[in-house]
């Protein structure tokens, strides 16, 4: 079993950075793929970023390329999510989730979420 906390949400204007955390206890994220994904209110959930246990190359929604970059530190049993470039329309609650896929952008893959953290862009 994986908990995992979100943090670093917040309000930021259009063109800004904001840098997420997801941090996991109960067992150590070496062992998972991590990935991103955010909900809008009235739409559906939405793949962003993925990072693979086995150290091979992030996958990226083509919405957020050259703008996210997730990374993750097996030592601190973190994830991040560096999002800069903002814009309003991604205005969400981002959440975080582990699974035992090498990689996956269908949240139907990912056993284990956290309970996300609101990001507002504001226009």
């Known amino acids: 079993q994986v908990q995992l906390v979100e943090s670093g949400g917040g309000l930021v204007q259009a063109g800004g950075s904001l840098s997420l955390s997801c941090a996991a206890s109960?067992?150590?994220?070496?062992?998972?793929?991590m990935g991103w994904f955010r909900q809008a209110p009235g739409k559906e959930r939405e793949f962003v970023a993925t990072?693979?246990?086995?150290?091979?190359?992030?996958y990226y929604a083509d919405s957020v390329k050259g703008r996210f970059t997730i990374s993750r530190d097996n030592a601190k049993n973190t994830v991040y999510l560096q999002m800069n470039s903002l814009k309003p329309e991604e205005t969400a609650v981002y959440s975080c989730?582990?699974?035992?896929?090498?990689?996956?952008?269908?949240?139907?893959?990912?056993?284990?979420w956290g309970q996300g953290t609101q990001v507002t862009v504001s226009s």
């Open positions: 989730a582990a699974t035992t896929k090498i990689s996956s952008r269908w949240s139907e893959d990912y056993d284990y």
């Open positions: 109960g067992s150590t994220i070496s062992d998972y793929t």
């Open positions: 990072i693979p246990w086995t150290g091979g190359r992030p």
